[in-house]
């Protein structure tokens, strides 16, 4: 065990960071104006191996971060670190890189109140888009005054080749939003969103909603569908019962007043509107704050698989086809398999189609022959429900008719 000093730790991320094979970690802190960052090593974790971000850009500190995200906004292979601020205007990203995260290298984002972030590909344009919860309205004293104008709402960036911009964002209105959910709930296809309310500046008991994604449309304010929950602290989109649909667990802070209550798995039924307060189990629980901000499955589409592409590989003879083999360990009710995508040069690869989906063992006949010097790449699949129990593969060879070697 390593421990590892913080103050007021409330958010945390994992990655690797700066690419040396081992997982880092990234806290935030409650209310001070700096990120920690641990770097892993083979011997774990060590307070001297650390360094600080410090929350400060074009001269003002921003020392109000909560649940901080890591994703890859801009698709250039390093994850970007996402900074809400609980009581501030401003939420940031901070662009990755091989220079680490700094606010030299940031994005600022018009977000009233940040507390929580998810991202996902709401398109199907193979960009994650960006989604920060807004917190609680601005009270006077503890509460809100009659009249007061409503000032939470979820952010829903969307994105794409020109990037993430203010002016093409959607919001949503919600209640305080400490987090929040992304699944395909109704089976249609696209990734719906639940936002769960934790405080209106009035009540906690209050209810949640879903926000529903239309192919073609996205999300719209009136298109949502609520659900009675209790000053909601955290959620988790996923096929608990492994039936194929999608179920959605919601943790309830304060029941009535009262921390001692429960939280609920509502039970997804497969209906049009597939949560029914008949179809649920209560938890007792005392006072949750969270569960996961990381859901099961892939972070772009919620789905089973995880993608690895392959480098081009470029053929010294001509070939017509190739055998597959992969190693590694494939546990039960997991999937492996590959596809393959063929052009003249390496140049030409990345826009060519791909083959039909191959597994091991299975040899492939190219539509026409491979002269050499033609580029090959393949794109390997792992699947497993919910993330459990991943394939870890070890080696892929491809062997073609003409004795080449694709390589391991």
């Excluded at 600022?108 to 344009?125: K, M, P, Y």
């Excluded at 919860?133 to 009659?146: A, C, K, L, N």
Aim: aromatic content about 10%; hydrophobic content about 35%; some cysteine.
């Amino acid at each position: 065990m390593a421990a590892l000093p913080t103050r007021g730790a409330h958010g945390c991320v994992c990655a690797d960071l700066n690419r040396n094979g081992y997982l880092d970690l990234i806290f935030s802190s409650f209310s001070e104006p700096y990120l920690t960052v641990y770097y892993g090593g083979p011997d774990g974790f060590a307070p001297d191996r650390s360094a600080r971000i410090p929350l400060v850009y074009r001269g003002k500190t921003y020392a109000m971060p909560r649940w901080i995200y890591l994703v890859d906004l801009n698709c250039d292979g390093y994850p970007d670190l996402v900074i809400p601020q609980i009581g501030l205007d401003r939420a940031f990203i901070l662009w990755g890189g091989p220079d680490g995260f700094s606010f030299e290298r940031a994005q600022e984002l018009a977000v009233w109140r940040s507390s929580c972030v998810r991202a996902a590909d709401l398109t199907g344009n193979g960009y994650p888009d960006l989604i920060i919860g807004g917190h609680m309205p601005s009270p006077v004293g503890d509460r809100m005054p009659p009249g007061a104008p409503h000032e939470s709402f979820v952010y829903v960036y969307w994105n794409g080749p020109d990037g993430i911009r203010e002016s093409n964002r959607t919001l949503l209105e919600a209640d305080g939003v400490n987090s929040m959910a992304v699944g395909d709930f109704n089976g249609d296809g696209m990734l719906d969103l639940f936002v769960g309310n934790y405080h209106d500046g009035r009540r906690r008991d209050i209810d949640s909603y879903i926000y529903w994604n239309r192919r073609g449309i996205g999300f719209r304010n009136a298109d949502r569908t609520p659900l009675r929950t209790h000053s909601v602290s955290g959620a988790l989109a996923a096929d608990f019962d492994g039936d194929g649909r999608v179920d959605l667990a919601v943790a309830n802070h304060k029941i009535n007043g009262d921390h001692l209550g429960y939280s609920t798995v509502w039970w997804n039924t497969g209906k049009d509107e597939p949560f029914d307060p008949a179809c649920v189990t209560d938890l007792p629980t005392a006072g949750p704050h969270g569960i996961s901000a990381v859901e099961p499955g892939n972070q772009l589409t919620r789905g089973d698989g995880e993608y690895y592409r392959s480098i081009a590989y470029v053929l010294k003879h001509a070939a017509r086809e190739v055998e597959i083999a992969v190693e590694g360990e494939v546990p039960p009710d997991t999937v492996v398999r590959l596809r393959l995508r063929s052009a003249p040069d390496a140049a030409a690869l990345a826009s060519a189609p791909w083959s039909r989906w191959l597994t091991d063992g299975e040899t492939f006949r190219f539509p026409e022959r491979l002269p050499s010097g033609s580029a090959v790449g393949y794109e390997l699949e792992l699947a497993a429900r919910c993330g459990l129990r991943s394939p870890r593969i070890t080696a892929v060879t491809l062997t073609f008719a003409a004795g080449s070697s694709g390589g391991k």
